[in-house]
């Protein structure tokens, strides 16, 4: 399995631009995580689905930030509009219940600046 | 609620020395304990975990961490520091639901030649 898949790995946009990251799970993962790492607040989760529904969004900053997994094998997260204080590395991690849902297979990220 | 510690922001060993990154945890059942690393420009990846079994977990590349309840604590350990564990270590406790993960502020750790 090629792992966690992230796109793009890097993203530089202007202030008030939309901004789409991508991730694909591994097959057969039903846990997607969205994961945000500044150096000032470390790392924070955003989001997570399971079997493709949302369970808890209460970790996105505010109405600017979307996710959405139309299916089993791909995920989006939107910033619309995007501003600087948005620059991060955000990170997606897909798992599995058989092997326990907390145990996290993290990608490689996508850094993200809004200039 | 939950919450993890990390003791130390940074540390720093010669390479062959042992080394101690430090955790404590906070939670009011029995948690489930995590130590995932990242390199430099690198996704995370999972040392070890702990869910309740042996106290004592051993993980990969020769480290290994050990849950003491009456001290509320997770240290992770290596008897012997490789220039490659250079990183940053995240100490992680998860909630009763098992799915939501809560993260340290991070160690990192510098190996000196």
């Known amino acids: 399995d090629a792992g966690v898949i992230q796109s793009p790995r890097h993203e530089v946009t202007e202030m008030g631009q939309e901004v789409t990251l991508r991730c694909k799970p591994i097959?057969?993962?039903?846990?997607l995580f969205w994961y945000r790492q500044t150096m000032m607040r470390g790392l924070e989760l955003l989001i997570y689905f399971n079997n493709n529904v949302p369970i808890d969004d209460s970790g996105m900053p505010e109405d600017r930030f979307s996710a959405k997994m139309p299916n089993a094998s791909f995920s989006t997260l939107k910033i619309q509009p995007s501003e600087p204080r948005d620059s991060a590395v955000y990170f997606c991690?897909?798992?599995?219940?058989?092997?326990?849902?907390?145990?996290?297979?993290f990608g490689a990220g996508s850094r993200l600046t809004v200039l | 609620a939950q919450s993890v510690t990390q003791l130390d922001s940074h540390v720093s060993v010669s390479e062959g020395t042992p080394v101690l990154l430090r955790c404590n945890y906070s939670?009011?059942?029995?948690?489930?304990l995590f130590w995932y690393v990242q390199h430099p420009n690198k996704g995370l990846q999972l040392l070890l975990k702990y869910t309740s079994a042996a106290t004592l977990v051993k993980g990969i590349n020769g480290f290994e961490a050990e849950f003491k309840k009456s001290e509320t604590s997770f240290h992770l350990t290596k008897p012997s520091a490789h220039m490659s564990d250079a990183a940053e270590y995240f100490c992680?406790?998860?909630?009763?639901?098992?799915?939501?993960?809560?993260f340290g502020a991070g160690t990192r750790l510098f190996v000196k030649a």
């Open positions: 991690a897909s798992s599995t219940r058989v092997t326990g849902a907390n145990v996290l297979t």
């Open positions: 992680v406790v998860s909630d009763r639901s098992g799915f939501k993960t809560i």
């Open positions: 097959s057969g993962h039903d846990y």
């Open positions: 939670s009011s059942y029995s948690p489930s």
